[in-house]
Nanobody, 118 residues
Framework: QVQLVESGGGLVQAGGSLRLSCAASQTMLVINTMGWYRQAPGKQRELVAIIFGGSSTNYRDSVKGRFTISRDHAKNTVHLQMNSLKPEDTGVYYC????????????WGQGTQVTVSS
């Protein structure tokens, strides 16, 4: 099992910044990808950003140029720096990791609320 602890959510005005962090517990499982998802009220959960084992990244179009995902391999931690926040970025942000096992195993964090006021 992998336990994920998220932090850094909160309330911010439009144009502001927040930094989310997700720390994975000590585990014998090797983590491959780490990603951030979000879910707005009444909407489906969507992928925001993902970082792969080799540290390549991918972002959904609406956050490109504003959000940056990074990871600390030694600490099994992933961060999401969010700048120029917009009201439409509001939602619960979830961290997800995938292991290198076959088949891959996925683990989710409990979520952290991000609210951007206009």
């Amino acid at each position: 099992q992998v336990q994920l602890v998220e932090s850094g959510g909160g309330l911010v005005q439009a144009g502001g910044s927040l930094r989310l962090s997700c720390a994975a517990s000590q585990t014998m499982l090797v983590i491959n990808t780490m990603g951030w998802y979000r879910q707005a009220p009444g909407k489906q959960r969507e992928l925001v950003a993902i970082i792969f084992g080799g540290s390549s990244t991918n972002y959904r179009d609406s956050v490109k140029g504003r959000f940056t995902i990074s990871r600390d391999h030694a600490k099994n931690t992933v961060h999401l720096q969010m700048n120029s926040l917009k009201p439409e970025d509001t939602g619960v942000y979830y961290c997800k990791v995938q292991t290198v096992t076959f088949p891959p195993r996925e683990f989710w964090g409990q979520g952290t609320q991000v609210t951007v006021s206009s």
